[in-house]
T-cell receptor, first 113, second 113 residues
Framework: SQQGEEDPQALSIQEGENATMNCSYKTSINNLQWYRQNSGRGLVHLILIRSNEREKHSGRLRVTLDTSKKSSSLLITASRAADTASYFCATDIRETSGSRLTFGEGTQLTVNP | NAGVTQTPKFQVLKTGQSMTLQCAQDMNHNSMYWYRQDPGMGLRLIYYSASEGTTDKGEVPNGYNVSRLNKREFSLRLESAAPSQTSVYFC????????????FGQGTRLTVV
């Protein structure tokens, strides 16, 4: 089963509004990362938050992490039509052979002009 | 600035045929990954290589083999393709084995008929 689960699966908002996406996971992590995917393209890294961090900002992005609840949220402020994409959370899990990234199923964000 | 390069971009196979997907990165990264992405399923890890000379199974390794040819290259082989392997395949790499972002290739769209 997927380690990370995003909520909601789809989100449609108007330009200028804020978009919030949530991610829950199951096991202990090294860090949690958010990626964006435009239709038909590869994934692009947005932001990484370490397990000992609670909040991180990057431009219009704000990420929070609550390790006690095993959850994270991604907030995109003042959204633009160009933000339309799928957003994925990925958990970095430490294993004996190394670490690996496990992805959730994603949130499809549509920003209407 | 090539980053992560995957070949081919598109491929159609008949059931039972074999093929190898190639991936190369020019960022001197230690870790490399192969994922598949199916509609509504997010990305699922097939195999990963934490460092040159090591490979490990991910969530969905059945029907695939991998080779970490050298630090730059990580190939994925389908020995006997099945329609269930129709998917988009992504290769990714990261610098260290934790707390670093992954860089993705543009994907290989594979159809097995």
């Amino acid at each position: 089963s997927q380690q990370g689960e995003e909520d909601p699966q789809a989100l449609s908002i108007q330009e200028g509004e804020n978009a919030t996406m949530n991610c829950s996971y199951k096991t202990s992590i090294n860090n949690l990362q958010w990626y964006r995917q435009n239709s038909g393209r590869g994934l692009v890294h947005l932001i990484l938050i370490r397990s000992n961090e609670r909040e991180k900002h990057s431009g219009r992005l704000r990420v929070t992490l609550d390790t006690s609840k095993k959850s994270s949220s991604l907030l995109i402020t003042a959204s633009r039509a160009a933000d339309t994409a799928s957003y994925f959370c990925a958990t970095d899990i430490r294993e004996t052979s190394g670490s690996r990234l496990t992805f959730g199923e994603g949130t499809q964000l549509t920003v209407n002009p | 600035n090539a980053g992560v390069t995957q070949t081919p971009k598109f491929q159609v196979l008949k059931t039972g045929q074999s093929m190898t997907l190639q991936c190369a990165q020019d960022m001197n990264h230690n870790s490399m990954y192969w994922y598949r992405q199916d509609p509504g399923m997010g990305l699922r890890l097939i195999y990963y290589s934490a460092s040159e000379g090591t490979t490990d199974k991910g969530e969905v390794p059945n029907g695939y083999n991998v080779s970490r040819l050298n630090k730059r290259e990580f190939s994925l082989r389908l020995e006997s393709a099945a329609p269930s392997q129709t998917s988009v395949y992504f290769c990714a790499s990261s610098l260290y084995d934790r707390n670093t972002e992954a860089f993705f290739g543009q994907g290989t769209r594979l159809t097995v008929v």
